[in-house]
T-cell receptor
């Protein structure tokens, strides 16, 4: 059973460019969340998608946007890249029908490491 | 807002020694707490979670954590460290507002020497 898959695994961009990261959730999961993990830091919540809509957003600027497709896969887009956007971007999936949602376990992918030069 | 604090960015132990990774939380409501592990070039893997069913929670790979409300702590322990335990460990609290969102600590890197 495939878990969460992300692509690409590594990429290098220059300041001002745009990037798209992709995520396929674990089979049976319908909710996708994105996290940014800067070097030496814990993951920070960017936003969450459910039923193709952004349901919750963290403290990130509008340069960060996303999309969820009918098959539950998701994309994260970042425009006008800054040096500070260099980080590991983690996708996590879960099931809305998992029961007590506060205890829902997120399944993480291996991440996409973005370097902005 | 909920938050967690992990004391010690690095912890070094010898193989076979006790592992203790510290986590303190801040929450205005009874918390859901998690420990995740991250091996190099991999994503986060769930070790264990606390959901109020029992204060002592057993996880994978011999790890366990004890929820202490009076101390607002959720420390992670393992009686005997193995070389394969070397990794980054993250404590997280659920900030549930209709949808699951985790707030992570800054992580503790566990170093295991032979």
């Amino acid at each position: 059973d495939a878990g969460v898959t992300q692509s690409p695994t590594h990429l290098i961009k220059t300041r001002g460019q745009q990037v798209t990261l992709r995520c396929s959730p674990k089979s049976g999961h319908d909710t996708v969340s994105w996290y940014q993990q800067a070097l030496g830091q814990g993951p920070q919540f960017i936003f969450q998608y459910y039923e193709e809509e952004e349901r919750q957003r963290g403290n990130f600027p509008d340069r960060f946007s996303g999309h969820q497709f009918p098959n539950y896969s998701s994309e994260l887009n970042v425009n006008a890249l800054l040096l500070g956007d260099s980080a590991l971007y983690l996708c996590a999936s879960s099931s809305a029908g998992q029961g007590s949602a506060g205890a829902n376990v997120l399944t993480f992918g291996a991440g996409s490491r973005l370097t902005v030069l | 807002a909920q938050s967690v604090t992990q004391l010690g960015s690095h912890v070094s132990v010898s193989e076979g020694a006790l592992v203790l990774l510290r986590c303190n939380y801040s929450s205005s409501v009874p918390p859901y707490l998690f420990w995740y592990v991250q091996y190099p070039n991999q994503g986060l893997q769930l070790l264990l979670k606390y959901t109020s069913a029992a204060t002592l929670v057993k996880g994978i790979n011999g790890f366990e954590a004890e929820f202490k409300k009076s101390e607002t702590s959720f420390h992670l322990t393992k009686p005997s460290a193995h070389m394969r335990d070397a990794a980054e460990y993250f404590c997280a609290v659920s900030e549930y507002t209709g949808f699951q969102k985790l707030v992570f600590g800054t992580g503790t890197r566990l170093l295991v020497s032979p």
